[in-house]
């Protein structure tokens, strides 16, 4: 590790995107239009509210939208926020508890409403008050955005008795940068009433807007069915598909419970690996990779050991959407969840009876040339790699959906 | 001298048989098998830490080459029947209430054999060689050595030619977690239970290769439930927040080298935590193994958390196996037989009896750690321990990156090798 000299530097902060989001325009403009209007960005930009729209189910939970206010804000252009995720607000000084706490808003699918410490790209703290809800899909009660609105602090609302301030519409300018962030009415303002109204009303026009141009359904509520513990099929916990985004692989989760086992989650490197879209593999039985050369032996494989719940690796001609075949080295194994020991209805009929709740069946597919024996080697350690790293994720316990009522704006 | 009845936890196949391995011709991690030996080789690259104390990962919010390195032989060596019991058949839950505290009921854990008689007042015992070490340990439990590279680069050799005495890391046969390690540094020198800056350092720079909040490393010291007399250190993954990471904190030291101290609030241990701020490993090392050393030379057993990529580091002083040597211990907690462990400390707390995994709640929680804590007196010591060492002054030339592996060469084998 080199030694630093400790000295803080003032140039610009760097804003880093995820290597993964190669395609980041594309990806960003898919995340809205798969919920909403293609007006939507219109329908936003009236607003005058500082905010943000983040993706839980793209790689390092990126932002997809950002307003105006927002970008005067903290000064960058929108093309260098979007794709991005949050973390370039925070800095040196950001309590690392306000950090753990939204965090794990996040994973429990809940609102946050907290005092943070932010930076501008020009490197200047600010006090923001940050409010965080979870817009969730009617359909199928996954969250599908986050939205995260900011209300900046100065002393000087702190300081004025009257708190009388026009909306969310106060100019940034008005905000002293010269007060250094230490000034004890800034950390010791306890947020009144009022701040925290505001805060819930931006956050209720933006979801309430949201939810107007939503072409599928989507609220700040959940469905009251699945509130009273009706799980749609298919639904995938936030805390879930964060961990899922962070492997950089091929691969999909299948759900051995639904009828045709089909698929429920399927990573950003199959959709590039196969062609196709989310929507387009989402619930679908993951034969439609197959085409008019692929030999029926590796197929029978793969039936007999799900049958068995047993792991196995085959090489299968699969299909890119435009019709390309490739070879794939096709690893797949049942995953558990943290519970224990639930008959699987699924594999009760077998021999083998796994006494175990199987959670998932996991799909990891490498792309590898018909001949060479180092490339089944180099695959083999990524597709035990990536399913090791699927099985932490789907271990881990999940918290918020089905465990804790989401909090509400009422 | 006080002792404790204690059933120790197997972390090794090797560690019931008592054959001693001289030229074994068993494939050992001694020095009669590993110099020569053409081994796995994870080379991590040195990690920048920008000005915000964040890692400059190439990797951003995505998985490393670390956890494939890990958790991708996990599966072989289950199918090689080297686990005692599959962990992932173990139930867990969060028990509900603010902090969250995780069970695991775990019957499988801890040996059902006689208990052994185990020392727990001195926290620096010498090393012997007739107990078990890790170098009696076979090379199938072996998942790679662990060195750093000469760039800001990581490699993978699997068949590396290893000379001098390496860094390894071997797989915990009675795992809590899926992915659960024994970080063991240059194994040959057969170093007890104790540390060092470099050593410390090397732990550190492993959490921040690992690159992810749920990858974490533990240290126990001898008296702070320490199994074995060899230093080592434990780590796995757990994609949920521990509870001590989410207990408040109060600040109490911003050192001019730029980390923070923070002393645990409303948390049933008293803790210290270690942030790097806009310091760097090497100093926050520095100034932590300076308290460390404090609490050795008064006997003071602790326990070290590594988390948040390395860049939080949580300190426990503890005195638990004292008070239950002396009669002190509430018997209801006794009899859970719950060794408060470094994870035990941290909210993550397994338990061997059915009856006492489905009553269990954050109130027993709390208790059982509560009785973790050291005293008000000697926790005031201790923060006056923090102090005083926070002014020593910091030595940069002592740390030389080789530091870490001065004597250790090996040559690639040409094929093999992954550049991550």
């Given at each position: 590790m080199a030694l630093q000299n400790g000295s803080l530097l003032s140039s610009d902060r760097k804003c880093v995107r995820s290597p993964r989001m190669k395609n980041h325009k594309l990806i960003v403009s898919q995340s809205l239009i798969r919920s909403y209007r293609a007006s939507i960005q219109d329908e936003l930009q009236k607003h005058a509210y500082n905010f943000v729209l983040c993706d839980p189910g793209l790689p390092d939970h990126p932002i997809v939208y950002a307003s105006d206010g927002f970008l005067e804000m903290t000064g960058y252009s929108r093309d260098e926020v979007l794709g991005r995720n949050c973390r370039f607000l925070q800095g040196r000084d950001t309590d690392k508890r306000a950090i753990v706490e939204i965090r794990e808003a996040i994973r429990e699918e809940r609102d946050c409403q907290i005092k943070i410490l932010n930076y501008t790209k020009a490197g200047k703290p600010f006090w923001n008050l940050f409010h965080l809800a979870p817009v969730f899909s009617q359909q199928d009660g996954r969250v599908v955005h986050f939205v995260g609105v900011q209300l900046p602090i100065s002393s000087k609302l702190a300081a004025r008795k009257d708190g009388h301030l026009t909306g969310l519409e106060l100019s940034f300018d008005e905000l002293e940068f010269e007060e250094h962030f230490d000034n004890p009415s800034c950390k010791n303002y306890h947020l009144s009433e009022e701040d925290k109204q505001r805060a819930f009303a931006a956050v209720k026009a933006v979801l309430q807007e949201l939810a107007n141009s939503s072409c599928k359904g989507v609220s700040s509520m959940r469905s009251k069915s699945f509130s009273e513990g009706v799980i749609p099929p298919g639904f995938v916990a936030t805390s879930l598909l964060l961990a899922l985004t962070r492997i950089p692989h091929s691969f999909v989760l299948t759900d051995p419970h639904l009828p045709d086992m089909p698929i429920v989650h399927a990573s950003l490197e199959f959709l590039e690996l196969t062609g196709y879209t989310r929507e387009e593999v989402i619930g679908r039985n993951c034969r439609f990779l197959q085409g008019p050369d692929t030999d029926l032996a590796p197929i029978e494989e793969l039936r007999s050991s799900i049958s068995e719940g047993q792991t196995c690796t085959v090489r299968i001609l699969n299909y890119r959407k435009n019709k390309e075949p490739f070879w794939n080295s096709l690893h797949i194994s049942p995953v558990r969840n943290s519970s224990g020991k639930v008959v699987s209805l699924f594999l009760t009929h077998s021999l083998k009876c796994s006494p175990f709740q199987v959670a998932y069946y996991a799909g990891i597919q490498v792309a590898v040339s018909h001949s060479s024996e180092e490339d089944e080697g180099r695959a083999r350690m990524q597709q035990l790699g990536t399913l090791g790293a699927i099985k932490v994720a789907v271990r881990s316990i999940q918290t918020g959906a089905v465990l804790r009522k989401s909090k509400t704006i009422s | 001298m006080l002792t404790i009845r204690r059933i120790p936890t197997i972390?090794?196949?090797?560690?019931e048989s008592l054959e001693s391995k001289i030229g074994c011709g068993k494939n050992c991690l001694g020095s009669c098998c590993i110099p020569g030996a053409r081994l796995p080789l994870y080379l991590f690259g040195n990690q920048e830490l920008d000005e915000h104390g964040e890692i400059q990962s190439k990797e951003l919010g995505q998985n490393s080459f670390l956890d494939s390195a890990i958790l991708g032989q996990w599966a072989d060596k289950q199918a090689e029947g080297l686990f005692r019991y599959d962990v992932t058949a173990c139930d867990t839950k969060v028990l509900p209430g603010k902090y969250g505290f995780i069970a695991q009921l775990n019957e499988g854990r801890h040996l059902k054999k006689r208990p052994t008689e185990f020392r727990v007042d001195q926290v620096l015992q010498p090393f012997d060689h007739k107990k078990f070490n890790f170098t009696k340990v076979g090379q199938e439990e072996m998942l790679f050595c662990f060195e750093q590279s000469n760039n800001d680069k990581s490699y993978y050799h699997s068949k590396a030619y290893i000379r001098g005495s390496p860094n390894v890391v071997v797989i915990n046969v009675s795992p809590i977690e899926y992915g659960h390690i024994l970080l063991v540094p240059r194994v040959l020198d057969c170093i007890p239970q104790h540390l060092e800056t470099d050593t410390f350092l090397l732990a550190i720079y492993m959490a921040a290769e690992a690159s992810s909040p749920f990858f974490r490393l533990g240290y126990n010291s001898l008296g702070a439930f320490a199994t074995i007399n060899h230093l080592h250190f434990q780590a796995y993954y757990l994609g949920n927040c521990f509870p001590v990471e989410k207990a408040p904190t109060k600040l109490i030291l911003h050192h001019y080298k730029g980390f923070k101290v923070y002393q645990l609030e409303n948390y049933p241990v008293k803790g210290i935590v270690y942030e790097v701020g806009e310091s760097n490993f090497e100093e926050l090392a520095f100034y932590i193994i300076k308290v460390c050393k404090g609490l050795q030379g008064r006997n003071i057993p602790y326990n070290i958390l590594i988390a948040n990529k390395g860049c939080q580091i949580f300190l426990f002083p503890q005195c638990y196996a004292e008070k239950q040597a002396r009669g002190e211990v509430d018997l209801e907690i006794l009899e859970t037989q719950v060794n408060p462990a470094v994870w035990e400390i941290s909210g993550h707390i397994v338990l061997k009896r059915k009856e006492d995994f489905e009553r269990a709640t954050e109130e027993y929680a709390w208790r059982l750690l509560a009785e973790v804590s050291v005293s008000e007196k000697v926790f005031d010591e201790i923060i006056k321990l923090v102090f005083s060492s926070a002014e020593d002054k910091f030595d940069a030339k002592l740390y030389h990156k080789s530091l870490i592996s001065t004597d250790i060469t090996y040559y690639t084998v040409g094929e093999n090798v992954i550049m991550v």
């Open positions: - | 972390v090794s196949n090797y560690q």
